[in-house]
């Protein structure tokens, strides 16, 4: 969806077009990512940002450590050059593209998010992303696509975090196809108006906001459609404390602790966490009639 409001021209309004195609490459390759700002549009959010700063060194990114601090502190190890984004499964289209070809084929738009973490933190996020949709319906899905299965870089030369034998590695994660196509469900390959930090996950991520975060896998690298539902990293680590849907919910505890409220970097004190993360009137019909209870 494109923001109608915008309160400047962009660059193609005023540029021939293979002129601006060659800016746009140009910047993409050189500091930033050319986007439509979310300014006055319904991504806006119209809730104070956090700081990039919280936003770029208060991670969880595994594969770059365990500790908050460890994956900006480890974020020079991971260069995420070359990439390629692998799109197949139960598709009659497979394809395969490289980070530049991704930014090139998909416009990309701002969108501010709230990201909650089933730790009971949150933050709102500035993303730079396109729609998962476009990128699944590039590869038109058979009927027999009924999940999507993602699965992030397998290198520990590249990630070493994934020397740790206490995970089985690749991070991997799963949608059912009706919240992939949702609007919401971004791949961002950017934040705060620049191309992605490697610790948030570069140099692309999904980005569900309705979710747990750790329903977001960071720098991904395979995404398919598949007929069964996925196994996911944490419903294996801890089948009874992750379950699939992992929907933000404040009325179903974590077995360990509460869920209904969080605290927002930044703030000291805590809030109440929304139905669905505050996205209820766009998702909450994907779940009408089944017991949230049941599939946390
Ligand atoms: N993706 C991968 N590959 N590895 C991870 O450890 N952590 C998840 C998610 N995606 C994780 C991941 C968790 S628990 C959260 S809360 C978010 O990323 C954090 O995203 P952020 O650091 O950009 O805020």
Not at 49 to 70: C, I, M, V
């Amino acid at each position: 969806m494109l923001i109608q409001n915008r309160p400047s021209l962009r660059p193609s309004e005023v540029t021939p077009r293979h002129l601006w195609l060659d800016r746009r490459r140009f910047l993409s390759l050189a500091a930033g990512v050319a986007f439509v700002p979310a300014s006055g549009g319904p991504f806006a959010l119209g809730e104070p940002q956090t700081s990039r700063k919280d936003a770029t060194s208060y991670n969880n990114f595994l594969e770059l450590g365990e500790s908050k601090e460890a994956p900006s502190a480890n974020a020079d190890a991971f260069n995420p050059r070359p990439w390629t984004l692998e799109v197949g499964g139960e598709v009659e289209k497979p394809f395969t593209l490289d980070f530049d070809a991704l930014q090139k084929i998909f416009p990309l738009e701002e969108r501010v998010y709230r990201l909650r973490c089933v730790e009971a933190w949150s933050m709102v996020i500035p993303w730079i992303g396109f729609p998962l949709s476009a990128l699944l319906k590039r590869a038109n899905p058979t009927s027999r696509g009924k999940y999507v299965e993602f699965l992030s870089l397998h290198d520990p030369k590249r990630l070493p975090g994934q020397r740790n034998p206490l995970y089985s590695w690749p991070y991997r994660e799963g949608l059912r196809l009706d919240e992939a196509m949702n609007p919401l469900t971004i791949m961002a390959v950017g934040m705060y108006g620049d191309i992605l930090p490697a610790q948030n996950g570069a140099p692309v991520r999904l980005v569900v906001p309705w979710k747990y975060g750790f329903k977001s896998i960071k720098s991904v690298v395979s995404v398919r459609l598949v007929e069964a539902q996925p196994k996911t990293t944490w419903g294996m680590m801890q089948p009874s404390e992750y379950g699939f849907y992992s929907n933000v919910n404040p009325t179903v505890d974590h077995p360990r602790w509460s869920q209904k409220k969080e605290r927002r970097i930044g703030d000291i004190l805590k809030r109440d966490t929304l139905m669905y993360n505050g996205y209820a009137d766009q998702v909450a019909h994907l779940y009408a009639g089944m017991d949230l209870r049941k599939n946390y």
